[in-house]
Antibody, heavy 118, light 112 residues
């Protein structure tokens, strides 16, 4: 079975940094693009970053561009999100997903909670 | 950005009755391979989203056949033929072609 498990969420002060991880199993990780999506408390879903299977193509949503960095290690079946200069509005549950629009994709992890507060 | 507008925002339904959710887009989104990447997700309270439908009408493995997706261009619909108790939660449409990828605002389905 496909499994995605996020980790690294924590309480952090504004301006601080955090690194999220997502460990994948049950599918050929190196063959799938990966994404991070977040959900602020009581709000809807917001896509924030994409990385291609090889890692050579990356996209970010405007609210995080320049502050967040997505990366992956195909040898370790892992996806990462380095989050710098965190703001209150970054408070959310962060999910990783193995894509959205193709057969075999569409899986999400349980999420990891990031709270940015002083 | 592609704006996806879902309606209604809230949908009270009677068990066993049909339900329909609309997703309208501010522009069309067809990929270079001619596919419209319109997807539907269901999120139960306290859980992560689960994909139900991809590419407008393809049901994911394990998704009951009472769920169906349809539409074209900028107008899409998710239908539940007979609502069951486990169908409560929030439904989101999502486009997977234009950056940034975008989600609709969600439709909350509850039992009357």
């Amino acid at each position: 079975d496909v499994q995605l498990v996020e980790s690294g969420g924590d309480l952090v002060q504004p301006g601080g940094s955090l690194r999220l991880s997502c460990f994948a199993s049950g599918f050929t990780f190196s063959g799938y693009s990966m994404n991070w999506v977040r959900q602020a408390p009581g709000k809807g879903l917001e896509w924030i970053s994409y990385i291609s299977p090889s890692g050579d193509t990356i996209y970010y949503a405007d609210p995080v561009r320049g502050r967040f960095t997505i990366s992956r290690d195909n040898a370790e079946n892992s996806l990462y999100l380095q989050m710098n200069s965190l703001r209150d509005e970054d408070t959310a549950v962060y999910y990783c997903s193995n894509g959205f629009s193709t057969r075999g994709a569409g899986h999400w992890g349980p999420g990891t909670l990031v709270i940015v507060s002083s | 950005d592609v704006v996806l507008t879902q309606s209604p925002l809230s949908l009270p339904v009677t068990l066993g009755q049909p339900a329909s959710i609309s997703c309208r887009s501010s522009q069309s989104f067809v990929s270079s391979d001619g596919i419209t990447h319109l997807n539907w997700f269901h999120q139960r309270p306290g859980q992560s989203p689960r994909r139900l439908i991809y590419q407008i009408s393809n049901r994911d493995s394990g998704v009951p056949d009472r769920f169906s997706g349809s539409g074209s261009g900028t107008d899409f619909t998710l239908k539940i033929s007979r609502v069951e108790a486990e169908d409560v939660g929030v439904y989101y449409c999502m486009q997977g072609v234009h950056w940034p990828l975008t989600f609709g605002g969600g439709t909350k389905v509850e039992i009357k």
